[in-house]
């Protein structure tokens, strides 16, 4: 059974940075993409970033590009999410997912194309 761990979130202010981790653990990943989302309240969830396993493949939302970076320990199985120069609408909880990548474009967009979740973590960011 795949799990997935975040951590890092927190409270931070506008223009700072904080750096995400999914911990992956009970499969293996080789095939897999890892995404980032988000949810603030009142919202949906919304598509953030995604790499593939083999870390060349990197997906991210006109919101966050150039902002964050995503990236990837194969031997840590962990994902990291960089985010830099955050803003207040930034704010949200930020979870991770994981999906066997499949044929087709944009279905890494849509959280109904993963299969994996993690818990959730918070982040904060103050004006």
């Known amino acids: 059974q795949v799990q997935l761990v975040e951590s890092g979130g927190g409270s931070v202010q506008a223009g700072g940075s904080l750096r995400l981790s999914c911990a992956a653990s009970g499969g293996t990943f080789s095939y897999y993409a890892i995404g980032w989302f988000r949810q603030a309240p009142g919202k949906e969830r919304e598509f953030v970033s995604m790499i593939h396993w083999n870390g060349i493949n990197t997906i991210y939302s006109d919101s966050v590009k150039g902002r964050f970076t995503i990236s990837r320990d194969s031997a840590k199985n962990t994902v990291y999410l960089q985010m830099n120069s955050l803003k207040p609408e930034d704010s949200a909880v930020y979870y991770c997912?994981?999906?066997?990548?499949?044929?087709?474009?944009?279905?890494?967009?849509?959280?109904?194309?993963?299969?994996?979740w993690g818990q959730g973590t918070q982040v904060t960011v103050s004006s």
């Open positions: 997912a994981a999906a066997l990548v499949r044929s087709g474009s944009g279905w890494y967009r849509s959280s109904s194309g993963y299969d994996y």
